[in-house]
């Protein structure tokens, strides 16, 4: 279900401050090389390319930001590197790097799966840095974590409500933004999701001769997830529980308009099956409530 792992945004990525921290690595080496060796662990201080390091005493926060790109990029241990970037928040709270910083350190924790920390960081970044342009992006991970951890239909839907709302949140607040394009394909996914859920309650009352119970599911389908494609399989079962319960004219309503709107559709024909075995033909009742949620769908969705 996830997409391909997402880059980070523009401003925070690697600097021009790179450049100059393999300069001055070089620099050191042939330092090193000429003078001695008895100097060299003081030269490398602060920087961990190749075994473990306390951060805790204060380092420069370029070096630090560098440190937590390095772990990132090269050693491929993003929560080593969020742990980097972490740190110049906490050492350097009021500064450029830190805002930096916190950006990715909640990348950083989305690319880890570490789901529940990219929340907190994005979160924190959006309460502290609300105009920034990265916010949009933040957003986008706090939508993005939620909709990796959507479960299967099965299970509770929470996750999946969040995301749909998170991202949601992306394309009403930052439309123009390169991710509202990819938050809307994360929408359609976590809807159907949710139709999905829905159906399979119903499905269940529906077996059980719960008729009222399953009608409720599936109408929410109707009315909510028009867009799904768990619709036409809606209409066929609405024709199904109308009919158990001998309520002829709505079951003939569902009928008609599966075959008006998805004529061609496996689940149309067997409506048309189900209401011809009660001696009767699909009809559209216009007061039901079935044609009364098809209209208004294509009145303010599809503009007809």
């Known amino acids: 279900m996830a997409l391909p792992p997402m880059t980070p945004p523009m401003s925070a990525r690697p600097c021009a401050g790179w450049a100059r921290v393999a300069r001055a690595l070089a620099m050191l080496l042939l330092a090193a090389s000429l003078g001695g060796c008895g100097s060299l662990g003081d030269s490398f201080a602060g920087f961990d390319f190749f075994g473990k390091k306390d951060v805790t005493a204060d380092q420069p926060a370029d070096r630090l930001y560098n440190e937590g790109l390095y772990d990132l990029n090269v050693k491929n241990n993003p929560k080593e590197a969020a742990k980097k970037f972490e740190e110049v928040d906490r050492q350097h709270p009021y500064s450029e790097w830190a805002r930096k910083s916190l950006i990715m350190s909640a990348y950083a924790y ?7 920390e990219c929340v907190g960081a994005a979160k924190r970044y959006i309460t502290l840095h609300p105009g920034s342009p990265d916010a949009a992006y933040a957003q986008f991970l706090i939508g993005s974590s939620y909709y990796d951890e959507i479960p299967d239909v099965t299970r509770d839907q929470t996750r999946t409500q969040k995301a749909l709302a998170t991202l949601d949140e992306v394309i009403r607040k930052y439309p123009s933004s390169e991710y509202a394009e990819s938050a809307k394909k994360k929408i359609q996914v976590a809807r159907d ?9 119903g499905r269940y009352y529906l077996e059980r001769r719960d008729y009222t119970g399953a009608i409720n599911r599936f109408k929410i389908v109707i009315t909510k ?8 399989e809606a209409l066929e079962r609405l024709t199904e529980a109308y009919m158990a319960l001998g309520i002829t004219g709505e079951a003939q309503t569902a009928a008609a308009v599966l075959g008006h709107n998805f004529p061609d559709s496996y689940w149309y024909k067997q409506a048309y099956t189900l209401v011809k075995s009660g001696g009767v033909e699909p009809s559209e009742n216009r007061g039901s409530w079935i044609s009364k949620a098809f209209v208004n769908f294509q009145r303010t969705i599809l503009g007809t």
């Open 110 to 116: 989305y690319t880890a799966g570490e789901y529940d």
């Open 193 to 201: 999701q949710l139709a999905g859920k829905e159906m399979a309650v």
């Open 225 to 232: 997830y028009q867009t799904t494609r768990h619709v036409e």
